[in-house]
């Protein structure tokens, strides 16, 4: 399998915008995708394949994909975004990977 | 709704036995990939295993071949983890989670709420 390399931290004042990255070799291939986890809780899906938003995300979240490199991006960032977010993608033989991880904290 | 609920977690030594459960609800459990992944204290998700449909798929990561089984009653809507020879690495916060696959995507929603497995003496 191979790795998924998220920054283990991304700091933002509120009302701004948060970028989370997420880097690995097969990304050009397959679809990422983004979690949040508050503590204490289980992960909520919130970006899927590079870029689609669930049903009851809020539109501040987005994503986008280049290369290797997939972004998640949180505009006007809310003190509720605080929580950590990690990356996933699958492999051809039909195993999936998680990023690192980023936790984001709101100033 | 969609629910997942998982149970079975606990204190269990090292070497030793643990089954987990969980127990779905809202969809229609028969016509999807199943997974489990799992969180050590402090640390990332990792994912452990996934089912097909019906039953005749299965894949784990490498640290759980041999020692972990998935599997599950599409007549219970249940889902099950045999985990066998247990370590203390595998102590974690162990969640079913619901694998959506399409012809060129694949993503876990919703999850459950997870259930604690410490391996100790």
């Known amino acids: 399998s191979y790795e998924l390399t998220q920054p283990p931290s991304v700091s933002v004042s509120p009302r701004q915008t948060a970028r989370i990255t997420c880097s690995g070799d097969?990304?050009?291939?397959?679809?990422a995708y983004w979690y949040q986890q508050k503590p204490g809780q289980a992960p909520v899906l919130v970006i899927y394949?590079?870029?689609e938003r669930p049903s009851g995300i809020p539109e501040r979240f987005s994503g986008s994909s280049s290369g290797t490199t997939v972004t998640l991006t949180i505009s006007g960032v809310q003190a509720e975004d605080e929580a950590d977010y990690y990356c996933?993608?699958?492999?051809?033989?039909?195993?999936?990977?998680f990023g690192t991880g980023t936790k984001v904290t709101v100033l | 709704e969609v629910q997942l609920v998982e149970s079975g977690g606990g204190l269990v030594q090292p070497g030793g036995s643990q089954r987990l459960s969980c127990a779905a609800s809202?969809?229609?459990?028969?016509?999807?990939?199943m997974s489990w992944v799992r969180q050590a204290p402090g640390k990332g998700l990792e994912w452990v295993a996934t089912?097909?449909?019906?039953?005749?798929?299965?894949y784990y990561v490498d640290s759980v071949k041999g020692r972990f089984t998935i599997s599950r009653d599409n007549a219970q809507n249940s889902l099950s983890l045999q985990m066998n020879s247990l370590r203390a690495e595998d102590t974690a916060v162990y969640y079913c989670?619901?694998?959506?696959?399409?012809?060129?995507?694949?993503?876990?929603?919703?999850w459950g709420q997870g259930t604690l497995v410490t391996v100790s003496s």
């Open positions: 394949k590079d870029s």
């Open positions: 996933q993608s699958a492999d051809s033989s039909g195993t999936y990977v």
């Open positions: 989670a619901k694998l959506v696959r399409d012809e060129d995507g694949h993503w876990f929603d919703p």
């Open positions: 089912i097909k449909q019906d039953g005749s798929e299965k």
């Open positions: 809202g969809f229609s459990f028969r016509t999807y990939w």
């Open positions: 097969a990304l050009p291939k397959q679809y």
